[in-house]
């Protein structure tokens, strides 16, 4: 495809002319050296994204909106601290690195799979330069020979950011909208950054749901705060 070909090219001839660094290493070559890459993932144990127990793909415990998850980081600073270079000082460069780090922990999937972001507030894509879960979302479909597709969109520009759990709750809910309508056969795996609440996610899950999907899957590179340990050790003791 002469768009791709136009980027890749692009890409080579501003990484000659200004490399990029390891964040984690300062090696010279990449933002995220294979060799610190290898190291994350082997670090690597997948939990659920409601209440932190280990899983495979499904939580057992906890009723939520999608029948397979997984997260990539569960409270790694280094993780959270590249996330926020990514977001908040607009280096583009850590796309390539996060689609990769979820590629990773995911299973084979289902040919048909269409992978959706978590649609970015405007002003939030104007201000970075770039929608930061789309371009994860496109390399990660790069990546696993999938399509990427904004089958959702943003209803009203609310700010997640800061705001307390129920008003997050509250406003994901009025927050987006289909823009394509959805089949029950195709399985759809929605794609982002950080799981805080889980309200995001939830409610673009129990909108597709709604519009008539029935397989549902949610992948995120990192969960934020603690797990809950009271859903944790209820688990444990039984
Ligand atoms: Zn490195
Ligand atoms: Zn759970």
Not at 42 to 47: A, G, I, P, V
Not at 91 to 103: E, H, T
Not at 118 to 133: C, K, S
Not at 155 to 173: D, E, H, P
Request: proline content about 5%.
């Amino acid at each position: 495809m002469p768009f791709d070909v136009k980027n890749t090219t692009l890409r080579i001839i501003s990484d000659l002319l200004c490399p990029h660094y390891c964040s984690l290493c300062g090696k010279i070559g990449s933002i995220l050296c294979d060799c610190c890459k290898n190291n994350l993932c082997s670090d690597h144990t997948n939990q659920c994204l409601s209440c932190g127990s280990p899983i495979y793909d499904q939580c057992p415990a906890c009723p939520l909106p999608f029948s397979n998850q997984w997260t990539f980081s569960f409270g790694d600073n280094q993780i959270r601290a590249m996330i926020d270079q990514y977001k908040y000082h607009s280096v583009r460069a850590y796309s390539d690195a996060f689609a990769s780090l979820i590629s990773s922990i995911l299973p084979k999937l289902p040919q048909d799979t269409i992978i959706i972001p978590v649609p970015t507030i405007q002003r939030h894509v104007r201000e970075r330069g770039f929608d930061h879960t789309l371009l994860i979302a496109k390399q990660l479909a790069r990546i696993q020979r999938l399509s990427c597709e904004a089958i959702i969109g943003r209803a009203k520009n609310t700010i997640q950011v800061g705001a307390a759990k129920q008003l997050r709750i509250n406003q994901a809910k009025a927050a987006y909208k289909i823009i394509t309508q959805p089949t029950p056969e195709t399985h759809y795996l929605i794609i982002d950054d950080v799981w805080t609440t889980g309200s995001s996610i939830c409610s673009i899950c129990n909108l597709l749901k709604k519009a008539g999907a029935h397989h549902l899957m949610v992948a995120v590179l990192a969960r934020s705060g603690t797990p809950d340990t009271t859903l944790l050790s209820h688990r444990q003791l039984h």
